[in-house]
């Protein structure tokens, strides 16, 4: 054939070549076909085949934390989902039989609030329907939902037990809750009390901790002058004999002023007696006011009461307010307040703000209570009664406990502030007793789930106590069990340890009630007289047993005392408590009737290797459920706790349906597929709160795709692959040798990557690996011998067994990742009923693959490699050669490494160039070019000389010396008569 040179056509070889041959789409098309492969894992059940094939694997189980069956999923139901799943699949393919059991919570305020809201919008009240009718409504709905999150949760990829999920209004899972909850009554750690509690108005109950948020509130703010009747024991009070001193508080909440019982102060805090000496008429600080305030806060308190000059009077000890007496400043109102008002030194009073005392409602505030009952032996000794009153009602209004304040209310029915602020200031004003007024935007608690603010608020509630000594023995208390399970525990991050530890160790005792009719009653009978919990196996087991049969309804119909009492007790003499459970405590219980439940899940254990949810669950269900467990266990029911953090948007900033930043994860899987949501979660570092936005989707939509194109290559060049053609791994070149070293290094990190639950560098580390190492390095380098050399070419078929190791690991180690592709991928090489990626371990990679040294050799190799493209790339740019082939330069080496390194080396081969010559032993040309970071290299350019082979596009002097096949190279003309010779 006439050479290119003289214009003639060159022949097409194209058809000779082991082109790519894949069915396998470069468009994903994710959105519309992952549906497809869920129906196959359906179909197939795939989930039971994982289970008889891990059957003698050991166990791991991640329990789930269940969501609420009350609205569509959110994207941080997700990223949490998503995670889960991640841990379950990754652990799998790591060896063990792991098991995932979704599971949902089905009590509580959420959902029956969901259908108070539908009785009110039908003008239907609440109280006037039945019991269990109530209660089914909040069953039907509950059940409605679990079934379209059930989908949902699907739909993310997340494979688990669907069809047998655990729920906890079933049946079995209320008995087992009211098993638990009595228990702990029977172990004596279940008591009746009286103390603050926060309390929603607009839902009639008390909250636990874990149901607050807090926002931004404006609040009344006072400064309130006590009448001292005793300062220091003496009596009268020092000072003028016509003006008597004033201790004086600072409050936000001046409704809780009725329910004033004291004035705490701090032995730590220096404090004064002042007198006002001039004031303006009429103000409510007056010339001749005596205040005892601490020295720390004087200036601050005068300027707000708008005094225009003081005067320090003398230092007030703290020895004499231990035995200072102060009068109620509402004395009088409704012939009531009458009592005397002690000062109690305490050690939550500080001088940071305020006057340096603190109004003391023992049953509007922990720290109030705290220092009231702790006083009891001191405030008999003055005489004061230690009752607490109930000032404030369930329904926000005075209760006659606030004499001369009847009818006024705190907080409404909407949440909306009531006249209550109003009436106390008016009526502390009559009396003289007002010494400024303010407002202040500060955090205040509200309710998580109606958004209104709540009050902290002394109610007859159930607790659990944390320090009281479990069934006698000594120093065995909730706290001390729960704190030694923490430290038994592996926290990833490791700071959960310490923010958990925290919250234990400085909780109060664990309310349990709420006055609401949808969840678990709390199953106990009170004798009358002796206020005496019941303690009967015979009654417990009834209880149950009827829970088991017709579930928690069973309480709650006619006749239901009798049945449990027998005939052995008197329904006279008992008391059967109404009230239900703090959900918090039946998903607390979750581990006794999910992972003991060997009879309906016998793939799960106990304690579970992992629970998993998002950073708020320290004093939600990881709380919880510590509390619950070692109340009844002695132990944590879990071995580690993963945390992650929130869903921000793109800036950072908190999504919120007002701002329009949320991002809805069916959006993104309408859009671009579930495998880019998964891929998302598994590329961010999810200890800490994590972006989502549109750029950040583009990016990710982006990184997928040069994955997917890599193992799109894969399978193409795989079509020629045959077993009976692989290469040992001793007779492979160099090049193949280092790609499995690659391979062996990614197997040990790959595997403690999962192991450690770092999907962030499990995506850094094999998107790195495919872009730079495979695409541009030994795919690029590879192309020319697996398109073009003869079939019987060791360096062909050594790349190609190189190709299916690759194949082999990367398709397994991102299948926990990218479930869709990676299943897709799998079935376009090996199609069958029962096959899939799915079904398989993370394969076990030869110990003979790792060679360091080779690995070594290969950076100087790599590193010359880089000086050479770096000379291309300028004569490409400058339109000398359009195609590396198109070279062949010479490089001088003066460093002897890498003059070494590159010595029995093709490097025209590695540099992509039809001809190399090395200068070694010459001194480099001055103008070569160089690059500052590989000293050492200089490579002069020079065109390829020769003819352009028409099969191979390489510029090679030898072309056409094969008379048979004139345009092109020996190589390839010996790779055409083997072609030939297979009829192919």
Request: proline share 5%; with cysteine; hydrophobic share 40%.
């Amino acid at each position: 054939m006439t050479d290119t040179a003289t214009g003639a056509a060159e022949t097409d070889y194209s058809s000779t070549l082991f082109l790519p041959e894949t069915e396998f789409p470069m468009r994903a098309g994710l959105p519309d076909r992952e549906p497809g492969w869920l129906k196959r894992w359906e179909d197939m059940d795939i989930y039971a085949m994982q289970r008889e094939q891990a059957k003698d694997r050991p166990l791991f189980t991640i329990h789930d934390g269940p969501p609420y069956a009350n609205g569509n999923i959110h994207i941080g139901h997700a990223l949490n989902k998503t995670l889960k799943d991640l841990v379950s699949r990754s652990m799998q393919m790591l060896g063990h039989n792991s098991a995932y059991v979704p599971g949902w919570d089905c009590h509580g305020l959420p959902i029956e609030w969901k259908i108070e809201e539908q009785y009110r919008a039908k003008g239907k009240d609440k109280n006037e329907v039945p019991v269990v009718e109530f209660r089914q409504e909040c069953r039907s709905f509950a059940e409605s939902w679990v079934d379209i999150q059930r989908e949902e949760f699907k739909r993310l990829g997340v494979l688990g037990e669907w069809d047998n999920p655990y729920l906890t209004m079933s049946f079995d899972a209320e008995a087992q809750i009211a098993r638990e909850l009595m228990k702990v009554a029977t172990s004596g750690q279940l008591y009746r009390g009286s103390k603050p509690v926060m309390w929603s108005v607009v839902e009639r109950t008390a909250l636990a901790e874990a149901e607050i948020e807090y926002a931004d509130y404006e609040s009344d703010t006072i400064w309130v002058k006590f009448p001292v009747s005793q300062l220091g024991g003496a009596e009268p009070a020092p000072g003028s004999a016509a003006v008597r001193p004033y201790v004086v508080i600072w409050t936000t909440t001046p409704w809780t002023i009725p329910a004033n019982r004291a004035i705490s102060f701090s032995g730590k805090i220096a404090y004064s007696l002042y007198r006002v000496t001039a004031a303006a008429e009429g103000n409510w600080a007056a010339v001749g006011d005596q205040y005892i305030l601490a020295d720390k806060l004087a200036a601050e308190v005068m300027q707000k009461a708008k005094v225009e000059a003081y005067e320090r009077v003398f230092a007030v000890t703290s020895e004499m307010l231990a035995k200072t007496l102060a009068e109620h400043p509402l004395r009088g109102l409704g012939d009531g307040y009458t009592f005397t008002v002690p000062l109690l030194d305490g050690d939550h009073v500080t001088d940071d703000a305020g006057t340096g005392f603190v109004h003391t409602a023992p049953g509007h505030g922990l720290d109030d209570f705290e220092i009231w009952m702790n006083s009891s032996r001191l405030l008999g000794e003055k005489g004061v009664d230690s009752a607490i009153p109930y000032v404030v009602g369930d329904d926000g209004f005075y209760t006659n406990e606030a004499p001369g304040l009847e009818g006024a209310r705190v907080i409404d029915d909407n949440g909306k502030k009531g006249d209550a602020n109003n009436r106390v200031i008016a009526a502390l004003a009559e009396r003289h007793a007002m010494v400024a007024r303010g407002r202040v935007k500060h955090s205040y608690p509200h309710s998580w789930r109606s958004k209104k603010p709540v009050i902290f608020r002394n109610t007859p509630q159930w607790f659990v106590y944390m320090d009281r000594d479990i069934e006698g023995a000594s120093g065995d208390t909730l706290r001390h069990r729960a704190l030694n399970a923490i430290d038994a525990t592996k926290f990833y991050p490791a700071a959960g340890q310490n923010r958990l530890r925290a919250m234990i160790a400085d909780r109060p005792d664990w309310v349990l009630s709420r006055q609401r009719a949808w969840g678990v009653p709390i199953t106990v009978f009170v004798h009358k007289e002796t206020q005496d919990i019941l303690k009967d196996d015979a009654v417990n087991h009834r209880i149950a047993q009827s829970f088991e049969e017709e579930g928690a309804d069973a309480w709650y119909k006619p006749g239901a005392a009798a049945r449990y009492l027998g005939e052995a007790y008197a329904v006279a003499d008992y008391e059967m408590v109404t009230d239900v459970l703090d959900v918090w405590f039946d998903s607390g219980s979750t581990h006794s009737f999910v992972l003991r439940n060997k009879q309906k899940w016998p793939h799960l254990k106990f304690p579970a290797s992992m629970y998993l949810e998002g950073s708020d669950q320290h004093r939600g269900w990881f709380h919880s459920s510590l509390l619950e467990s070692c109340a009844t266990n002695g132990h944590a029911p879990y071995d580690s706790v993963l945390t992650h953090g929130f869903t921000m948007d793109g800036e950072g900033k908190k999504m919120s349906k007002s701002l329009g930043n949320t991002v809805a994860p069916q959006d993104i899987i309408k859009q671009y597929g579930a495998d880019i949501l998964r891929l998302w979660v598994a590329s961010s570092d999810y200890s800490e709160d994590l972006r989502l936005g549109k750029e950040i989707i583009q990016t990710t939509v982006d990184a997928y795709r040069k994955l997917r194109n890599t193992l799109r290559w894969l399978l193409g060049n795989l079509a020629h692959y045959e077993a009976k053609d692989e290469v040992a791994f001793g007779e492979m070149p160099e090049l193949e040798q280092l790609m499995l070293h690659r391979l062996a290094q990614l197997d040990a990190q790959v595997r403690d990557a999962y192991k450690s639950y770092d999907y962030r560098r499990v995506v850094t580390l094999l998107t790195n690996f495919m872009n730079i190492e495979l695409s541009a390095f030994y795919f690029d380098i590879r192309k020319d011998a697996l398109y073009c050399d003869p079939i019987s070419s060791v360096k062909r078929r050594a790349s190609l067994t190189v190709l299916n190791h690759l194949y082999m690991c990367l398709t397994a180690w991102l299948a926990p990742i990218l479930v869709f592709t990676m299943e897709e991928v799998w079935l376009e090489r090996f199609p069958g009923a029962e096959s899939s990626v799915h079904l398989r371990l993370f394969p076990e990679v030869p110990t003979e693959w790792k060679n360091d040294a080779l690995a070594a050799k290969w950076e100087q190799v790599k590193s010359v490699r880089r000086v050479i493209t770096g000379e291309l790339e300028l004569q490409r740019k400058e339109k000398v050669i359009g195609s590396s082939l198109e070279a062949a330069p010479t490089v001088f080496i003066t460093d002897p490494a890498l003059a070494a390194a590159v010595a029995d080396l093709d490097l025209a081969e590695i540099a992509i160039t039809s001809a190399l010559t090395l200068g070694n032993g010459h001194a480099a040309p001055v103008g070569g070019f160089t690059l500052a970071e590989v000293p050492g290299v200089t490579v002069v350019f020079a065109k390829a000389e020769g003819q352009r082979c028409a099969r191979s596009w390489k510029v090679l002097p030898e072309v056409g010396s094969d008379p048979e096949y004139p345009d092109v190279s020996p190589r390839d003309a010996q790779a055409l008569r083997e072609r030939a010779a297979a009829g192919l």
